[in-house]
């Protein structure tokens, strides 16, 4: 589905975000999500921005931005970021 290295790797520069990123990747693996409706199901506080879905982490001090494939049923993380640095926008382009 995907790879869990991002993760491990952002959890290890910013460990008070590890438990929660765990935690994403546990629902993730487990999901079967079909649409948009889906993911919000699992995670309500998600959004769309444009074609990749936003994730609140650790009581949204963090943020994971995905590419979500429904028919694959495949997940990409592009991005882990600090809600400073999502707020900056650079992960957009």
């Known amino acids: 589905m995907f790879s ?3 993760i491990v790797r952002y959890s290890k520069r910013h460990p008070d975000a590890a ?6 990747y546990r629902l993730v693996r487990k999901g079967e999500w ?3 409706a889906d993911v919000r199901a699992a995670f309500p506080n998600a959004d769309r921005a444009g074609d990749k ?3 609140n982490i650790a009581h949204n001090r963090h943020r994971l931005i995905a590419e979500i494939n429904f028919t694959y049923r495949s ?4 991005h882990i970021l600090t809600h400073a640095e999502y707020d ?4 957009q382009s």
């Open 53 to 55: 879905y936003v994730f």
């Open 75 to 78: 997940v990409f993380v592009r």
């Open 4 to 6: 869990h290295k991002p």
């Open 34 to 36: 079909r649409s948009f």
């Open 19 to 24: 438990a929660s990123l765990d935690t994403w």
């Open 88 to 91: 900056q926008g650079g992960w």
